[in-house]
């Protein structure tokens, strides 16, 4: 039996194409844009292509995201924080934490050996912890988004940066380039920071080993180095990160249908 | 007649229209007292108001919180009055009920209409850093009010003593000097001592009303329990108080003993913390969808209400003086009575440790029964939110799951209402409660 | 100028002098926030008494405990407790004041064990003759407590003793504080907030030492820049030392500025007035506290910080005054509107400023600037 889930994120819309709860058959994304319906229907039609499957050959859709209620074709649907958990723990059996870092929230959450939600937490009002910060970083340091990882592992000194709110830590970046800091130091202060502010969010909920990164950011290598370093043991990136939200969906969408 | 939607049989409050007149006719009296000679004046919630009540029976009342929540309900003049105190030059972080309040005066409107009824004297209590200094600030916007606040942080209860009491006592004392001076009216102990009782059996009872939602189903869920609650944080030294609040009391029993509930498909039973964002109460009709009730509150409970601990532990409405066979002679006596009595209230004691609120808040989980707490994390008030992290701790190591909020009671801007909607979307599944219910 | 020195590193170097205190006198160290401890008792009974300050350093340990919107200040003390770096304290204790800063102390106790701690209900209505017998009461309970701590009596000769030491050092620090009514001030703001803050974690005889050294020479000292324009400090907790670093090294010929007073928590509030004369110790202790120059939770009904504030800016020529304002802090937000209102009232031009942990040093140099531009136009007319 195929399933489908769908994760309507704040960017990207995810598909992930799933047989039998067990076997990943396609992934796709697309950007969500203006047209979110548009959007979901080619990220959708991509992932049947890559799995040489038909629509009519999909049984249940479940949707996730913060778009989850509005998704096309999703019969039901499951929020972000219970889709992370499933989506972890199938990749890796051992999660007992996740850490989802995407464009526009953090969360961390805490989870049992079946996926089931113990305990969660979202970056409140008052954090500059998501992507969308490290795009405007990006900018404000004229560097790609894909190079400020990079940049920052090459940082010999570390300048502290509060990024309290983020608007602050906008204008200390500001500070610290007409102090004639490099670009490399700069980038890993901005990771520094940002990791401040996830690193309290994990506490919040508390952490227990295996620890794992889902969502776009954990692409960057800096950051989960400096994830590591703050909370003193070792944090995996699971396989194509910013899938496990929609794998997630579409093993609860496996549930849904019946498949044990 | 008690309706059969789902698993229990509900039933509208018939107090309703009641506790709505007596509000209205509340903010009536005190904007038109002087037309028939009397006094108007404005203080806190948590305000002595049985003591102005000796100046006369045409004395008015307005408490500043109440009316600051008044103007929340309402977002396009909440938000006119918070752009005017901030423009006024103070900070967004302050509390959002009394910017609110601020900004009314600003703009000399007032919520229930009308131009801004400028109080005659100021009587205020003062526990969390704004109380006196709300204060202070309304009479410089008003180009001066006599202005009387007293200081009531004195420890938490277990610590009282003698000398604390004096404390208090005798700030009281000089207190009612000021009253005579200020509205050349002669102290009438009398009237004093009538507002004391009718201020212990208010809160005493409005605590025997909270007990009833121990039972399962429970009769009341907790939106509807701010439109009862609000009475005692009007005027909970008024005689109409004291006696509605017997009424619902009786009204509340008859629905237990019918099996009438609150919810028609009660099976998750929350309680929340701090004030609700008063813009958005539909959060609580939504936890209906889940078949989830919030019964009630350490909030609810205590910012009147008067409790204490049985000898078999269950938190209990606390006995009115009158009910230990204390009897209340004279001035000093009544005084007296009404400091140890408020002393007690359960909203004071975190502002010593908040330990001693998440004690509070572990037996209100028990005892009420509860699979989960939700706290509001409110930004719009220090005071209640003071200490709120580690309550959280606390009832998570008691083993109760706890959902968390941020928000604002006061101030619409500072809340997200799609992102609290998804929390509690993610808190439900936590608890496994589908969304099923209309 | 080494007699400056001292206190630097007294600062800097707060738990080592703390911990080395601790080997040379075999007595206890008290950690205690907000500045309306009273000391004298602590002192009498060979207890040191030591102010928790915070380090100025992002962290990530905090958010478990206290609400993000709760001041920087708070959760910065806090923070200190949780990284271990006061594990040598043998007693932690607040005077009542404000709410934030009353979670670090609560949150502590809770999670770092302290074998001592205290809670004291300082009154907020210091304006009432009825605070009077009330703190008198609740010192009486204090001394009891830190005599069971102690295990010895605190004797009346005790208390004379502390009494006069603390006193000696306000009296040392007003002398201080003095020279810089003059035309140019021989010491800098920078250097008196350095001076004030180890005031708050020293032994008061080692701190009234090194202050008579330092007013002995300072007379022969000149500073290499002028004094500038006379500035003035109004705050909430402020110990921002690269603040006034960088106000007080700006270009000395466009914009040379000196700090000559200060009305905040870290600095004059804390040690303005003195201990009167009273034969009964415990109720010229309780005076004290009640009368010393408000924090803006006790500064009600009347508002007596007004007037003491434009006092200061009289008496020690100020021509503008920074309000060093801490994110959040609700007292001071308080009053600082009417504040600013007062002083412009009488000419004196203000800039506000919202500290944090870390501060976007280059963005507040631009307002200073500015700032210290529009003083000097004032002037040319």
Same mark, same amino acid.
């Given at each position: 039996?195929?399933?489908?889930?769908?994760?309507?994120?704040?960017?990207?819309?995810?598909?992930?194409?799933?047989?039998?709860?067990?076997?990943?058959?396609?992934?796709?994304?697309?950007?969500?844009?203006?047209?979110?319906?548009?959007?979901?229907?080619?990220?959708?039609?991509?992932?049947?292509?890559?799995?040489?499957?038909?629509?009519?050959?999909?049984?249940?859709?479940?949707?996730?995201?913060?778009?989850?209620?509005?998704?096309?074709?999703?019969?039901?649907?499951?929020?972000?924080?219970?889709?992370?958990?499933?989506?972890?723990?199938?990749?890796?059996?051992?999660?007992?934490?996740?850490?989802?870092?995407?464009?526009?929230?953090?969360?961390?959450?805490?989870?049992?050996?079946?996926?089931?939600?113990?305990?969660?937490?979202?970056?409140?009002?008052?954090?500059?912890?998501?992507?969308?910060?490290?795009?405007?970083?990006?900018?404000?340091?004229?560097?790609?988004?894909?190079?400020?990882?990079?940049?920052?592992?090459?940082?010999?000194?570390?300048?502290?940066?509060?990024?309290?709110?983020?608007?602050?830590?906008?204008?200390?970046?500001?500070?610290?380039?007409?102090?004639?800091?490099?670009?490399?130091?700069?980038?890993?202060?901005?990771?520094?920071?940002?990791?401040?502010?996830?690193?309290?969010?994990?506490?919040?909920?508390?952490?227990?080993?295996?620890?794992?990164?889902?969502?776009?950011?954990?692409?960057?290598?800096?950051?989960?180095?400096?994830?590591?370093?703050?909370?003193?043991?070792?944090?995996?990136?699971?396989?194509?990160?910013?899938?496990?939200?929609?794998?997630?969906?579409?093993?609860?969408?496996?549930?849904?249908?019946?498949?044990? | 007649?008690?309706?059969?939607?789902?698993?229990?049989?509900?039933?509208?409050?018939?107090?309703?229209?009641?506790?709505?007149?007596?509000?209205?006719?509340?903010?009536?009296?005190?904007?038109?007292?002087?037309?028939?000679?009397?006094?108007?004046?404005?203080?806190?919630? %948590?305000?002595?108001?049985?003591?102005?009540?000796?100046?006369?029976?045409?004395?008015?009342?307005?408490?500043?919180?109440?009316?600051?929540?008044?103007?929340?309900?309402?977002?396009?003049?909440?938000?006119?009055?918070?752009?005017?105190?901030?423009?006024?030059?103070?900070?967004?972080?302050?509390?959002?009920?009394?910017?609110?309040?601020?900004?009314?005066?600003?703009?000399?409107?007032?919520?229930?209409?009308?131009?801004?009824?400028?109080?005659?004297?100021? %009587?205020?209590?003062?526990?969390?850093?704004?109380?006196?200094?709300?204060?202070?600030?309304?009479?410089?916007?008003?180009?001066?009010?006599?202005?009387?606040?007293?200081?009531?942080?004195?420890?938490?209860?277990?610590?009282?003593?003698?000398?604390?009491?004096?404390?208090?006592?005798?700030?009281?004392?000089?207190?009612?000097?000021?009253?005579?001076?200020?509205?050349?009216?002669?102290?009438?102990?009398?009237?004093?001592?009538?507002?004391?009782?009718?201020?212990?059996?208010?809160?005493?009872?409005?605590?025997?009303?909270?007990?009833?939602?121990?039972?399962?189903?429970?009769?009341?869920?907790?939106?509807?329990?701010?439109?009862?609650?609000?009475?005692?944080?009007?005027?909970?030294?008024?005689?109409?108080?004291?006696?509605?609040?017997?009424?619902?009391?009786?009204?509340?029993?008859?629905?237990?003993?019918?099996?009438?509930?609150?919810?028609?498909?009660?099976? #998750?039973?929350?309680?929340?913390?701090?004030?609700?964002?008063?813009?958005?109460?539909?959060?609580?009709?939504?936890?209906?969808?889940?078949?989830?009730?919030?019964?009630?509150?350490?909030?609810?409970?205590?910012?009147?209400?008067?409790?204490?601990?049985?000898?078999?532990?269950?938190?209990?409405?606390?006995?009115?003086?009158?009910?230990?066979?204390?009897?209340?002679?004279?001035?000093?006596?009544?005084?007296?009575?009404?400091?140890?009595?408020?002393?007690?209230?359960?909203?004071?004691?975190?502002?010593?440790?908040?330990?001693?609120?998440?004690?509070?808040?572990?037996?209100?989980?028990?005892? %009420?029964?509860?699979?989960?707490?939700?706290?509001?994390?409110?930004?719009?008030?220090?005071?209640?939110?003071?200490?709120?992290?580690?309550?959280?701790?606390?009832?998570?190591?008691?083993?109760?799951?706890?959902?968390?909020?941020?928000?604002?009671?006061?101030?619409?801007?500072?809340?997200?209402?799609?992102?609290?909607?998804?929390?509690?979307?993610?808190?439900?599944?936590?608890?496994?409660?589908?969304?099923?219910?209309? | 100028?080494?007699?400056?020195?001292?206190?630097?590193?007294?600062?800097?170097?707060?738990?080592?002098?703390?911990?080395?205190?601790?080997?040379?006198?075999?007595?206890?160290?008290?950690?205690?926030?907000?500045?309306?401890?009273?000391?004298?008792?602590?002192?009498?009974?060979?207890? !040191?008494?030591?102010?928790?300050?915070?380090?100025?350093?992002?962290?990530?340990?905090?958010?478990?405990?206290?609400?993000?919107?709760?001041?920087?200040?708070?959760?910065? #003390?806090?923070?200190?407790?949780?990284?271990?770096?006061?594990?040598?304290?043998?007693?932690?204790?607040?005077?009542?004041?404000?709410?934030?800063?009353?979670?670090?102390?609560?949150?502590?106790?809770?999670?770092?064990?302290?074998?001592?701690?205290?809670?004291?209900?300082?009154?907020?209505?210091?304006?009432?003759?009825?605070?009077?017998?009330?703190?008198?009461?609740? !010192?009486?309970?204090?001394?009891?407590?830190?005599?069971?701590?102690?295990?010895?009596?605190?004797?009346?000769?005790?208390?004379?003793?502390?009494?006069?030491?603390?006193?000696?050092?306000?009296?040392?620090?007003?002398?201080?504080?003095?020279?810089?009514?003059?035309?140019?001030?021989?010491?800098?703001?920078?250097?008196?907030?350095?001076?004030?803050?180890?005031?708050?974690?020293?032994?008061?005889?080692?701190?009234?030492?090194?202050?008579?050294?330092?007013?002995?020479?300072?007379?022969?000292?000149?500073?290499?820049?002028?004094?500038?324009?006379?500035?003035?400090?109004?705050?909430?907790?402020?110990?921002?030392?690269?603040?006034?670093?960088?106000?007080?090294?700006?270009?000395?010929?466009?914009?040379?500025?000196?700090?000559?007073?200060?009305?905040?928590?870290?600095?004059?509030?804390?040690?303005?007035?003195?201990?009167?004369?009273?034969?009964?110790?415990?109720?010229?202790?309780?005076?004290?506290?009640?009368?010393?120059?408000?924090?803006?939770?006790?500064? %009600?009904?009347?508002?007596?910080?007004?007037?003491?504030?434009?006092?200061?800016?009289?008496?020690?020529?100020?021509?503008?005054?920074?309000?060093?304002?801490?994110?959040?802090?609700?007292?001071?937000?308080?009053?600082?509107?009417?504040?600013?209102?007062?002083?412009?009232?009488?000419?004196?031009?203000?800039?506000?400023?919202?500290?944090?942990?870390?501060?976007?040093?280059?963005?507040?140099?631009?307002?200073?600037?500015?700032?210290?531009?529009?003083?000097?136009?004032?002037?040319?007319?």
């Amino acid at each position: 039996m195929i399933t489908a889930g769908i994760d309507m994120g704040a960017k990207n819309i995810k598909v992930v194409l799933l047989e039998d709860g067990k076997k990943i058959r396609a992934r796709a994304q697309e950007l969500g844009g203006t047209d979110t319906r548009g959007a979901t229907e080619k990220a959708f039609n991509a992932a049947l292509f890559q799995a040489g499957l038909k629509m009519a050959d999909v049984s249940h859709v479940t949707s996730t995201g913060a778009g989850r209620a509005n998704a096309p074709y999703a019969q039901d649907n499951v929020t972000e924080v219970g889709a992370a958990a499933r989506g972890a723990v199938f990749v890796h059996p051992a999660t007992r934490t996740v850490i989802d870092i995407g464009a526009e929230e953090g969360k961390t959450l805490r989870c049992d050996a079946a996926g089931k939600v113990i305990d969660f937490a979202v970056n409140e009002k008052c954090a500059a912890g998501a992507g969308s910060f490290m795009e405007s970083m990006a900018r404000a340091l004229e560097v790609k988004l894909e190079q400020l990882g990079p940049l920052a592992m090459k940082s010999t000194n570390s300048i502290p940066m509060n990024a309290q709110c983020a608007v602050f830590a906008e204008s200390e970046v500001v500070t610290l380039v007409h102090q004639k800091h490099s670009k490399e130091d700069i980038a890993r202060a901005v990771h520094d920071a940002i990791a401040d502010r996830i690193t309290s969010m994990v506490r919040k909920v508390g952490f227990e080993n295996d620890v794992v990164l889902i969502g776009g950011v954990a692409k960057n290598p800096a950051f989960v180095e400096t994830m590591k370093r703050n909370l003193e043991t070792d944090v995996l990136v699971l396989e194509e990160p910013e899938y496990v939200g929609a794998l997630g969906a579409a093993l609860v969408a496996a549930e849904n249908a019946g498949v044990k | 007649m008690a309706d059969k939607k789902g698993k229990y049989p509900t039933e509208p409050l018939k107090c309703w229209d009641k506790a709505k007149k007596i509000r209205e006719d509340y903010y009536k009296d005190y904007a038109s007292a002087h037309e028939k000679g009397g006094l108007r004046w404005a203080g806190g919630a %948590w305000t002595f108001d049985a003591i102005p009540a000796g100046l006369g029976d045409d004395v008015h009342p307005i408490t500043s919180e109440p009316y600051g929540a008044s103007c929340a309900f309402n977002k396009e003049f909440s938000l006119k009055c918070l752009e005017a105190t901030e423009k006024a030059g103070y900070a967004r972080d302050l509390c959002a009920y009394m910017r609110n309040y601020w900004g009314s005066i600003l703009l000399n409107q007032f919520a229930f209409g009308g131009p801004f009824p400028k109080p005659d004297f100021l %009587w205020q209590d003062h526990i969390c850093c704004s109380h006196a200094k709300w204060y202070q600030v309304v009479s410089e916007l008003e180009g001066g009010i006599p202005h009387f606040s007293i200081d009531v942080s004195v420890g938490p209860e277990h610590e009282i003593n003698a000398n604390k009491i004096d404390y208090i006592v005798g700030q009281m004392h000089d207190g009612i000097e000021f009253l005579e001076k200020t509205t050349g009216r002669k102290y009438q102990d009398n009237l004093l001592i009538k507002a004391v009782k009718n201020t212990c059996r208010s809160t005493s009872t409005w605590a025997k009303i909270c007990e009833l939602n121990k039972t399962v189903p429970a009769p009341l869920d907790e939106k509807s329990m701010y439109s009862l609650y609000v009475l005692g944080t009007l005027q909970k030294s008024s005689q109409e108080v004291a006696d509605f609040y017997e009424e619902v009391y009786a009204e509340v029993r008859d629905r237990v003993a019918r099996g009438i509930s609150a919810t028609p498909n009660e099976r #998750c039973r929350v309680m929340s913390d701090t004030q609700p964002p008063w813009g958005f109460l539909s959060v609580f009709r939504y936890l209906e969808k889940f078949g989830t009730v919030s019964i009630g509150s350490l909030y609810t409970f205590g910012l009147i209400g008067a409790w204490e601990v049985a000898p078999d532990g269950e938190w209990v409405h606390r006995k009115t003086p009158m009910e230990q066979g204390v009897s209340i002679n004279d001035r000093d006596k009544a005084l007296r009575v009404l400091t140890e009595w408020e002393l007690h209230k359960p909203e004071w004691q975190h502002f010593y440790s908040p330990h001693l609120k998440s004690d509070m808040m572990i037996r209100i989980a028990k005892q %009420w029964k509860l699979n989960g707490v939700m706290l509001h994390y409110n930004r719009g008030c220090e005071g209640l939110s003071l200490g709120i992290a580690e309550n959280r701790l606390a009832l998570l190591k008691a083993g109760y799951p706890v959902m968390v909020f941020e928000g604002n009671m006061g101030d619409e801007r500072e809340f997200d209402m799609t992102r609290t909607m998804s929390r509690i979307d993610s808190f439900m599944e936590t608890l496994q409660m589908k969304k099923e219910f209309e | 100028m080494k007699e400056i020195d001292v206190f630097r590193e007294w600062k800097n170097k707060r738990h080592d002098y703390a911990r080395d205190w601790q080997k040379r006198t075999g007595g206890k160290v008290m950690g205690y926030f907000c500045t309306y401890v009273p000391e004298e008792i602590l002192y009498a009974a060979g207890v !040191l008494p030591v102010r928790v300050l915070g380090s100025h350093e992002p962290q990530n340990v905090t958010e478990p405990h206290i609400f993000a919107m709760f001041c920087p200040f708070c959760r910065d #003390c806090l923070a200190q407790g949780l990284k271990g770096r006061y594990k040598y304290l043998d007693g932690l204790m607040i005077a009542q004041s404000c709410l934030h800063i009353r979670q670090a102390y609560t949150s502590w106790i809770k999670h770092v064990p302290v074998p001592f701690s205290y809670y004291l209900c300082m009154p907020h209505k210091v304006q009432s003759k009825r605070a009077y017998p009330y703190l008198r009461g609740e !010192l009486e309970e204090f001394k009891k407590a830190v005599e069971k701590w102690t295990g010895k009596e605190i004797t009346d000769k005790a208390l004379k003793e502390a009494i006069a030491v603390y006193n000696e050092n306000r009296r040392l620090m007003r002398e201080l504080y003095d020279t810089r009514k003059q035309a140019e001030p021989p010491i800098s703001g920078e250097e008196v907030m350095e001076i004030s803050m180890a005031q708050q974690m020293t032994d008061k005889k080692e701190h009234n030492e090194a202050l008579r050294k330092l007013l002995s020479a300072l007379p022969k000292r000149k500073r290499d820049r002028p004094a500038g324009t006379r500035l003035m400090i109004i705050g909430s907790e402020d110990d921002d030392i690269d603040f006034l670093h960088m106000v007080e090294s700006l270009n000395k010929e466009q914009y040379a500025a000196t700090f000559v007073v200060d009305e905040h928590c870290t600095g004059s509030r804390y040690f303005w007035n003195d201990v009167p004369e009273d034969k009964d110790l415990l109720m010229a202790i309780a005076r004290r506290y009640i009368e010393r120059p408000p924090c803006p939770t006790k500064d %009600w009904e009347e508002r007596k910080r007004i007037p003491h504030i434009m006092k200061l800016a009289k008496d020690f020529g100020v021509a503008g005054a920074i309000i060093m304002q801490q994110k959040f802090c609700d007292p001071h937000e308080l009053d600082n509107v009417v504040i600013r209102k007062e002083l412009e009232s009488k000419g004196l031009k203000t800039l506000f400023l919202e500290f944090d942990v870390t501060v976007p040093i280059g963005q507040f140099r631009i307002r200073v600037e500015a700032f210290l531009e529009t003083i000097k136009q004032d002037d040319l007319f």
